[in-house]
């Protein structure tokens, strides 16, 4: 290593480079606070994640340059794989947001950089640069961080309990902001080791040309900051999602229902599909039938999502439309979003609440009649409303879906008969223990049918159900 000593042109741009990063990691940290993880499906974040990763590069650079004049060799090795784990993380990330099929490699990458950090973190902790008393405190904070961050996210990947997912997602979104500010205490330690350089020495110089370059620097990342991040917070254009393809199957099944479009005031607009009662009559009132898809049937294409909705399917049954006469509304949820009900995910639900109030409207619907139903992604979806919109709804049928406990107080009024395989390793079975539980904590008297020996694919058996139809149209709303 050279024999060389950071100057003050150097601890001035260290200290701009590692301001920068922080003042990004914490816009990015408010906007997902509101956004939560749609930010990753907006168009903007791809000139984001390039101003975010060259200031993140230029910082860490800076880090290694300033190991090296201090003859720290093991935080300078460390960090030095820090860097190849962080560029190896974000190519990845950068393909899951642009090409898809990717998403497998990521969970392997962020081990691989938790580990470098922590490491990376030790060193600061244990080896020489812990003479400099920052230095050492972002490597405890740092190491701290990580390491809780590193043990909540397999708590979560192997959680069986949907409360302990959501609290973990509140838990781990406040982590990553103390994550943002542990750089504070480098800038503490550089600011302190600018101040011990001998006054007069040449060390201590910044020509007018570095000055310059310095406060070029700092304005035109600042400035870029500031538009990307009000791009991401702002537009609403989103990636282009992989989804599945049209098929022939849901072509067919689509063609027996009218399309329909509903657009607010916003110009946010929501794609459904709906069938009116077999032998309408306008002087009558009918119940209203939501059907929430499963995720498998994303998309603008107002389609696939008859297919993807079980319930729909049956009810256009001959047999069964005569003796349930309803209209049928499936909303399509677009790509990128969900229903609502599942942690850390943006949803569609104001939207989807606006199009069914449109559509009652239009329609002569009895507004005490109105159901919902769906499975996985939509079963997340009737959990979630009946708990954020109870007096919307008369009752609710849930397949292999879940929400957050804590708001199962709010639906105790809706007659719900939820339903769950035992061995569902795509929805823990638990999601929908614990909402029941948490009802009948609360008052409430759910109905829950769980069958022992099936996983996540139930409907076959759910259908079949002895009294559920008539159980699900004589639910009125007082």
């Not at 042109?9 to 997902?32: K, T």
């Not at 990342?221 to 991040?229: K, S």
Request: hydrophobic residues 45%; positive net charge; proline residues 5%.
């Amino acid at each position: 290593m050279q024999k060389q000593t950071p100057n003050k042109s150097f601890y001035l741009f260290g200290i701009l480079f590692i301001g920068l990063s922080i003042i990004a990691s914490l816009v990015q940290w408010f906007i997902q606070s509101g956004l939560q993880s749609q930010i990753y499906f907006r168009q903007s974040i791809i000139p984001w994640f390039f101003l975010v990763t060259t200031i993140s590069i230029a910082t860490m650079w800076m880090l290694l340059k300033y190991c090296r004049y201090k003859k720290y060799r093991s935080a300078y090795a460390f960090l030095v794989l820090v860097m190849i784990a962080f560029l190896s993380s974000y190519f990845v990330f950068y393909k899951i947001l642009v090409a898809k099929g990717w998403e497998g490699l990521y969970p392997v990458v962020f081990i691989i950089l938790a580990v470098a950090t922590i490491c990376y973190s030790a060193s600061l902790i244990f080896s020489r640069a812990s003479e400099r008393k920052w230095l050492k405190a972002a490597g405890v904070f740092g190491m701290i961080i990580q390491l809780t961050e590193v043990a909540l996210t397999v708590w979560r990947m192997n959680g069986t309990h949907i409360q302990p997912i959501f609290v973990l997602v509140d838990i781990q979104h406040w982590i990553s902001l103390a994550n943002a500010l542990v750089p504070v205490l480098m800038i503490v330690n550089f600011n302190e080791e600018l101040k011990e350089l001998p006054a007069g020495n040449e060390a201590t110089a910044l020509r007018p040309s570095l000055k310059f370059i310095l406060g070029g620097t700092a304005i035109l990342l600042i400035a870029g900051i500031y538009i990307f991040g009000q791009n991401l917070a702002e537009k609403k254009e989103v990636l282009p999602a992989k989804v599945n393809e049209v098929n022939e199957g849901d072509r067919y099944a689509a063609a027996l229902f009218t399309a329909g479009t509903y657009v607010n005031k916003k110009g946010d607009t929501m794609r459904y599909r709906f069938m009116k009662p077999i032998d309408y009559d306008q002087k009558k009132e009918y119940p209203l039938v939501v059907c929430l898809h499963h995720g498998g049937a994303h998309g603008n294409d107002n389609i696939k999502q008859v297919a993807g909705s079980a319930l729909a399917q049956v009810l256009v049954n001959p047999v069964n439309s005569r003796k349930y006469p309803a209209f049928i509304f499936i909303p399509q949820c677009p790509p990128g979003y969900n229903w609502g009900g599942a942690p850390g995910a943006s949803s569609v639900e104001e939207i989807t609440f606006e199009a069914i109030a449109a559509f009652e409207k239009e329609f002569k619907t009895d507004i005490k009649r109105c159901y919902v139903n769906g499975e996985s992604m939509g079963g997340y979806g009737s959990w979630h409303f009946i708990c954020v919109r109870p007096q919307m709804f008369a009752a609710a049928i849930p397949l292999c879906g879940g929400e957050d406990p804590r708001l199962a107080a709010n639906s105790i009024s809706v007659p719900v008969w939820a339903f769950h395989g035992a061995k569902d390793k795509n929805v823990p079975v638990n999601f929908s223990r614990d909402m029941i539980a948490a009802i009948k904590k609360a008052g409430g008297n759910p109905r829950y049918t769980e069958y022992p020996d099936r996983d996540h694919g139930i409907w076959d058996k759910v259908k079949d159900e002895p009294g559920l139809f008539d159980w699900l149209f004589a639910q009125k709303k007082k």
